[in-house]
């Protein structure tokens, strides 16, 4: 575990520093990445980090192996990234650089919560984009995904073309899969749902489970929007989807619709 340190002094030196304006991207100038590393550790748990490693698959051939929890609430983790908002593409990539996950998710969150500022340039948005592709080698858990893709790659995409969601829903990494159907959280909040189904249709027949969740229950989402569009949906495909998928997917239907799904599925 890390060193407790006395954080009364960096909170005021980032208070400081966060009144200056930063002129290229449209916000906040905040602390650096050592600082927000030094406050996580000054925050962290053993107790906390037996808890939090319930959620993850971090042994040996596992989907998170190598990642190492020092035990920092997710709560308190976003709210640092929410003092440290201003933060610089260079010093948010030495945070994806950590083995520590919440180091990692602090750092996506920042990204997270610049793609969503209405302050943040247009230059700043294609930076932020560019870092989460070009370092998704340092994405390899779901909810540093889950935490980011929506605003910092949907968000990004939603006036563009799409082709890289296509391709990373083709994809042999379960990450570049998922950040393809949960980027398209963005297009739904839009009202765009056709990406969400195009993608969902593509990966139906994955044989992950982070990836039946995903795509249940973005679909389920889509589906607040387009009723019809789901059922048909589910009519092509509730029979072969996986039930993980299928459970997600029907959630919010009604008893009625949701034991019908579920008897095409039990007839296979």
Known sequence: MG???????????????????????????????????????????????????KYFKTGEGDYGEGDVFIGVRMGQVFALAKECIGMSPDEIEHLLESEIHEVKTGGLSIMDKQARSKKTSETRRKELFDLYIRRMDRINNWDLVDVSAPFVIGGYLFDKPRDILFTMARSKNIWKRRTAIV????????????????????????KHDLIHKAVGGWVREAGKQDRQNLLEFLDKYAATMSRTMLRYAIEHLDKKLREYYLQLKNRV
């Open 3 to 53: 060193k407790k340190i006395n954080t009364t002094k960096p909170a005021r030196a980032v208070k400081r520093v966060s009144q200056k304006k930063e002129k290229k991207s449209g916000i906040e100038t905040p602390c650096n990445a050592k600082q927000f590393i030094e406050r996580l550790h000054a925050m962290s748990s053993p107790v906390e980090a037996k808890k939090i490693l």
């Open 183 to 206: 980027s398209t959280a963005y297009f739904i909040r839009q009202g765009d749902i056709a990406d969400t189904f195009a993608i969902a249709e593509m990966l139906i027949k994955d």
